[in-house]
């Protein structure tokens, strides 16, 4: 069944609204559910408050710059910029071939970590976490999701309970391929994505996604993974994904790695948190994301009657719909 479209809340009144170049073309078709689909402008949310028995984690993610730091040997710098961003909780490493050594010079005293595939062209993604905050309750383990000229592409997670709450905690971190972000490539690598946390997600699970994704909001392949843990940190091609608001957010610079420091402030409910909307069927068949000639280069986000948004074009009018149907 076909959802009405309402008018796009893009800007301000009396604002133009904002182009999202990446969007042009965009367009969602809902098929196999009833009901008329929210829309919602660009900006996202407003920080969400804590609730009574929650508590906070800090989550970051950061691209080391691997073997330029090594080239130039600025180990130290590399070291004090992630000792000096403390504190944090969890946090997802990219281009990082020991992250044993970086959890010990950097000062990440009581944090435990689990490396995954690493070595030559194994484009490594480890996670680390704060023992005095999660439990590990399972083996990490690791899954290909893409392929590039530099190697494979992974997702790395594991499972922690945590400890103040009682939470199911799961914790994903990934370095995405480069240029596949777009058209065919950009939706078999964000449902790749998406279904890697689905097969992993269980009922009541908190989830967290940390990467460089690189690609931007706006693109199909994050479009995609976005659909199923809605609320993010957005350093530019650098997320923090979750499934619960974020209470604040922080970019900060990064050298002398050539990506930003990026985390946030989340909310841990002490319920253990509601699960993310899992449908038995995959994504590529309950929402038809897809690029269609018609749609203009200004845009917001559309989210479906199963909760899952995605970031789209307007009908060439100016921001006065949205392709969503």
Same mark, same amino acid.
């Given at each position: 069944?076909? /959802? #009405?479209?309402?008018?796009?809340?893009?800007?301000?009144?009396?604002?133009?609204?904002?182009?999202?170049?990446?969007?042009?073309?965009? %367009?969602?078709?809902?098929?196999?559910?009833?009901?008329?689909? !929210?829309?919602?402008?660009?900006?996202?949310?407003?920080?969400?408050?804590? @609730?009574?028995? $929650?508590?906070?984690?800090?989550?970051?993610?950061?691209?080391?710059?691997?073997?330029?730091?090594?080239?130039n040997n600025?180990?130290?710098?590399?070291?004090?910029?992630?000792?000096?961003?403390?504190?944090? $909780?969890? *946090?997802?490493?990219?281009?990082?071939?020991?992250?044993?050594?970086?959890?010990?010079?950097?000062?990440?005293?009581?944090?435990?970590?689990?490396?995954?595939?690493?070595?030559?062209?194994?484009?490594?993604?480890?996670?680390?976490?704060?023992?005095?905050?999660? %439990?590990?309750?399972?083996?990490?383990?690791?899954?290909?999701?893409?392929?590039?000229?530099?190697?494979?592409?992974? *997702?790395?997670?594991?499972?922690?309970?945590?400890?103040?709450? @009682?939470?199911?905690?799961?914790?994903?971190?990934t370095h995405?391929?480069?240029?596949?972000?777009?058209?065919?490539e950009g939706? #078999?690598?964000?449902?790749?994505?998406?279904?890697?946390?689905?097969?992993?997600? !269980?009922?009541?699970?908190?989830?967290?996604?940390?990467?460089?994704?690189?690609?931007?909001?706006?693109?199909?392949?994050?479009?995609? *993974?976005?659909?199923?843990?809605?609320? /993010?940190?957005?350093?530019? *091609?650098?997320?923090?994904?979750?499934?619960?608001?974020?209470?604040?957010?922080?970019?900060?610079?990064?050298?002398?790695?050539?990506?930003?420091?990026?985390?946030?402030?989340?909310?841990?409910?002490?319920?253990?948190?509601?699960?993310?909307?899992? $449908?038995?069927?995959?994504?590529?068949?309950?929402?038809?994301? !897809?690029?269609?000639?018609?749609?203009?280069?200004?845009?917001?986000?559309?989210?479906?009657?199963?909760?899952?948004?995605?970031?789209?074009?307007?009908?060439?009018?100016?921001?006065?719909?949205?392709?969503?149907?």
């Amino acid at each position: 069944a076909a /959802a #009405a479209i309402a008018p796009s809340r893009c800007g301000r009144e009396g604002d133009a609204c904002p182009a999202v170049g990446e969007s042009r073309g965009l %367009a969602l078709m809902q098929v196999n559910r009833p009901g008329v689909s !929210r829309m919602d402008g660009v900006a996202e949310p407003a920080l969400a408050q804590s @609730g009574a028995g $929650d508590a906070t984690v800090e989550v970051a993610t950061f691209n080391l710059y691997w073997w330029n730091v090594k080239q130039n040997n600025r180990w130290a710098e590399l070291h004090a910029r992630i000792r000096n961003e403390r504190p944090f $909780d969890l *946090i997802g490493f990219q281009e990082c071939e020991d992250v044993a050594s970086v959890v010990a010079k950097a000062g990440l005293d009581g944090f435990e970590y689990y490396q995954g595939p690493s070595g030559e062209r194994q484009n490594p993604c480890p996670l680390a976490w704060n023992a005095a905050a999660f %439990a590990r309750v399972e083996q990490p383990g690791f899954k290909q999701v893409g392929n590039d000229q530099w190697g494979p592409r992974w *997702i790395t997670w594991v499972r922690l309970r945590h400890k103040a709450t @009682g939470a199911s905690v799961l914790f994903v971190n990934t370095h995405g391929p480069t240029k596949q972000c777009y058209g065919a490539e950009g939706q #078999a690598l964000g449902r790749n994505w998406a279904a890697g946390v689905r097969e992993l997600q !269980r009922p009541g699970d908190v989830v967290f996604m940390t990467g460089d994704f690189n690609c931007w909001t706006g693109t199909e392949a994050m479009g995609l *993974i976005r659909g199923v843990l809605v609320h /993010a940190v957005d350093g530019g *091609i650098d997320f923090v994904l979750s499934s619960v608001p974020s209470l604040s957010m922080a970019k900060r610079p990064g050298e002398p790695s050539d990506h930003p420091f990026v985390k946030g402030l989340f909310a841990v409910p002490s319920t253990g948190g509601r699960p993310v909307v899992i $449908d038995d069927a995959a994504p590529s068949k309950a929402n038809d994301y !897809r690029r269609v000639p018609g749609v203009g280069g200004w845009g917001g986000w559309c989210t479906c009657p199963d909760g899952q948004r995605y970031n789209v074009g307007d009908r060439g009018d100016s921001c006065g719909s949205l392709a969503c149907e």
